[in-house]
Every structure is written in structure tokens, then in C-alpha cells.
């Protein structure tokens, strides 16, 4: 479980794949084909859709509970929209699958989903290359979900709520040069020892030089890696004052933010969207090993900090106590809630009598999607992510949005728009 997390922490973290996109969110090429690669025939499909229900399906990886969050959280926004009374007088079905962690498994769930549901809603799985092959032999299947592969992610009937992107927002970067500038020359970087760890590397660190950063360490570690003790005395040793860690899942990050307390080393630390969890202030052995972190990520404080400023916070929180009571939310819980948000947008534009077709139709016209302010602004239509983020501290052990982020009242709910998502050239 521990190497599937640190493997997909990077492209959580980053929004990391080889689609095509601009070097600025406001930018116009898309690998997305539009209305004009939709099948014809899509438009009288009409399957898993009833008088009075949608049926959509959700493949995931349940294996250990590696994914569960997913699942749980497109059924909870399920259960949300149906509270209200559905979308357009349909109650919305979800069906769950489990890919059971393998190739075989993710592609024959995807083909039962094909010939018995309306959409894949909310998926996510490291397999997702497999059911990849099904979408793309079937344009008219719509996939409105978080994906990982690249080939995958580039499919004209796929869709997701934070599109992936080879690169990195520029905003973070100029924030923390600014506010750390006398620590900038000697800068350190974790990063797993994977492929798409250092692709996605590569792609940060670049935005991360043309802020100013130089660095003077970085550190590879193993998936079973529990002990980063060396690796804290190399950077040490290198004189490095600020360390990036927003690639690392919590359970490693937690294991470093240790290994800094016994050393009694102390530079700056900055965290992500893979980080951020419930649990990495007690997995560090307490809040003073965490204290003074500073997190970067363009999702609400969704753990909780953020449920009295962001309705949409309060509303995820609750309907997925509906959904699982006592389930603790995580990133991938967002991702399916964010997922089905997206999807339900697309559904409500699809008409009276949807189709596959109608619904990829109204889902290519969502240049601008943020889940009721729960993310900052992405454009689902044309894959290009955020170039938003907010700004957070660890303060007496709890995430705290700083006090120079926007208003979460303003025009971009609480989002710092001051930067642009910039591609690392030749990828």
C-alpha cells in the first residue's frame, strides 16, 4: 500500500501527465477532440438511464483500502444531488467496482461499465491504463474522473476536475522565493524512486529555478522506505535550508519531519496535496515536529479548517459521513466528490433525455469548473489545470490558511491568481 501511494503522490501532487497544454491557464490547446469527435451513434445511446434513474459506474482500486475515498466520495455527492431530488427528476446510481489492483481487472470492470452503466464517474486506479484501451475503442463512453495515465488522460471522452499537465503553477514558487529569499540558494528536494516521480521532478523543478531556487541536494527515496535518517544528514551536511516535500505522501513525510527532530536540523519545510492529511501531525510525533510547515495545493482546506468559510467544505464533510459513516476523507475522497460534481454539471446541460452523446457534448463546453469554490478554477474542456493555489501553515497542529490568501467571500473563493501553470519545455 505504501509503494502505490508514494507512486501516485507525484502525479496527485502536481497534476503530472504528457497531455498537451499551454504554458498559462488562459491558454487555448487542448487534447481534448470536442463535440466533433463525439460518434454520431453516441447521441441515441442511451444506456444505464432510466424514467427516474442514471446508473454510473466507479472502478477503483479497494485493495487494502488503497482507494476507498474514491468511491466514497462519488457516492457521497450522489447522495447529495439526490437529496435534492436528482438531476432532472433522476436519481443518480453508482455502481462500484473493484479493480482488485490489477491490469485484467481495471479493463474488465471498464467493459462492464460499458455495456451496462451511462459514465464512468469518480475513478481512480493505478490500473487505469487498462480500461483506458476500452475508452478509447468506445468514444461515445464518457470517463469524468481523475486519471493517471497519459494515454489515458488524453482521450477526448475523458474528462476530469483537475486536469493533468506536464508541468508546474508558478505562483508557489514566486510566494516562497519571495517570502524566503535568504534561503533560496540552498534548496533540497525528496522525491520517490520512480518514473513518474521524477518526470514530475523534473517539471517542478524547473518553475521552481525560474523563480530563483537553487538546489544544492536531492534526495531519492525507496517505496519501502521507512528511515530517512540519511537522508536528512546529507542534506544537512549540504547546508540546505529549505526542503520540498510537497511530492510526499504523509507517511513518509511524517518519518522525515521526525528524522529533522532528532537531528536537531531545522530548515524550512513545504508541503502538498499529498501530504496534506489528518494524520500527519500525530505521525510525526506531535506538533511541534510539524509546526511552521508551510502547504501549497489548489483544493480547499478540505480536512476541515475550511467547512465555515467554504460551503462546499461543510457539504463534502457531511455527505460523506452519509455515505460511509466514520470514514476519514482524504485526496482521492476529494477527487471523487469533484468528480461527480463535474459530471452532474455535465448531465444537468445534457437535456431532458440524455445520451452519452449529449452528455460528452455538454461536457466539452465546461471551460471553467471549481466544484462551488472547493478547487481553484480549471478548464475540464480544454485539459488545463489550476493555476490558483492557496496558502497554508501548520499552526499549534492544525492546517491554517494564511492571512495573505484572498477572501474565501472574493472572486476567487479564498485562490491566489497570480501566477500561470507553466510546461517544462521538450516535454
Avoid at 146 to 169: E, F, R
Avoid at 188 to 217: D, I, M, R
Wanted: net charge neutral; glycine share 10%.
Amino acid at each position: 500500500m505504501a509503494a502505490a501511494v508514494a507512486l501516485v503522490a507525484a502525479a496527485c501532487s502536481s497534476t503530472n501527465s504528457t497531455s498537451t497544454t499551454t504554458t498559462a491557464a488562459s491558454g487555448s490547446s487542448s487534447a481534448s477532440g470536442g463535440s466533433s469527435s463525439i460518434p454520431q451513434s453516441a447521441f441515441s445511446d442511451h444506456t444505464g438511464v432510466s424514467a427516474s434513474s442514471v446508473q454510473v459506474a466507479n472502478v477503483s482500486t479497494l485493495s487494502l483500502g488503497l482507494f476507498k475515498g474514491a468511491q466514497v466520495g462519488t457516492e457521497a455527492y450522489a447522495d447529495y444531488v439526490n437529496s435534492t431530488g436528482g438531476v432532472n427528476g433522476r436519481k443518480l446510481v453508482v455502481n462500484n467496482a473493484d479493480d482488485a489492483f490489477t491490469g485484467a481487472g481495471n479493463k474488465q470492470a471498464t467493459q462492464n461499465a460499458l455495456q451496462n452503466d451511462f459514465a464512468l464517474v469518480g475513478n481512480f486506479s493505478l490500473e487505469d491504463s487498462f480500461g483506458g484501451v476500452v475508452l478509447a475503442a468506445n468514444p461515445g463512453f464518457p470517463d469524468v474522473s481523475q486519471v493517471l495515465d497519459n494515454a489515458t488522460n488524453k482521450l477526448p471522452n475523458v474528462y476530469s476536475p483537475i486536469p493533468l499537465a506536464d508541468g508546474w503553477a508558478s505562483g508557489p514558487m514566486t510566494y516562497y522565493h519571495k517570502k524566503f529569499t535568504a534561503d533560496a540558494s540552498h534548496a533540497g528536494a525528496f522525491l520517490a524512486n520512480s518514473p513518474s516521480a521524477a518526470q514530475t521532478w523534473a517539471g517542478e523543478k524547473y518553475v521552481a529555478e525560474k523563480a530563483g531556487f537553487t538546489f544544492v541536494s536531492e534526495q531519492t527515496y525507496a517505496t519501502t522506505q521507512t528511515d530517512f535518517t540519511q537522508q536528512v544528514i546529507a542534506m544537512k551536511n549540504a547546508g540546505v535550508k529549505i526542503i520540498f516535500m510537497d511530492q510526499m505522501p504523509s507517511n513518509y513525510a511524517s518519518s522525515v519531519l521526525k528524522a529533522l527532530q532528532q537531528q536537531n536540523y531545522h530548515p524550512q519545510v513545504l508541503l502538498g496535496a499529498a501530504t496534506y492529511s489528518n494524520q500527519l501531525v500525530s505521525q510525526s510525533g506531535g506538533a511541534a515536529n510539524v509546526n511552521g510547515a508551510y502547504l501549497s495545493q489548489n483544493l480547499a482546506l478540505y480536512l476541515g479548517t475550511d467547512q465555515s468559510a467554504v460551503p462546499a467544505v461543510a457539504t463534502f464533510l457531511h455527505w460523506v459521513q452519509v455515505a460511509s459513516p466514520g470514514f476519514n476523507p482524504d485526496l482521492f475522497t476529494a477527487y471523487g466528490w469533484l468528480s461527480a460534481n463535474l459530471f452532474v454539471q455535465g448531465l444537468k446541460n445534457a437535456g431532458s433525455n440524455p445520451s452519452r452523446g449529449s452528455l460528452l457534448q455538454a461536457l466539452s463546453k465546461v471551460k471553467s469548473f471549481n466544484g462551488d469554490g472547493f478547487n481553484a478554477p480549471s478548464d475540464p474542456a480544454t485539459k488545463t489545470p489550476p493555476n490558483c493555489y492557496l496558502i497554508a501553515t501548520v499552526t499549534n497542529g492544525q492546517f491554517v490558511r494564511s492571512p495573505d490568501n484572498p477572501p474565501t467571500t472574493g472572486s476567487t473563493n479564498g485562490f491566489r491568481c497570480d501566477g500561470s501553470y507553466i510546461v517544462k519545455p521538450g516535454t
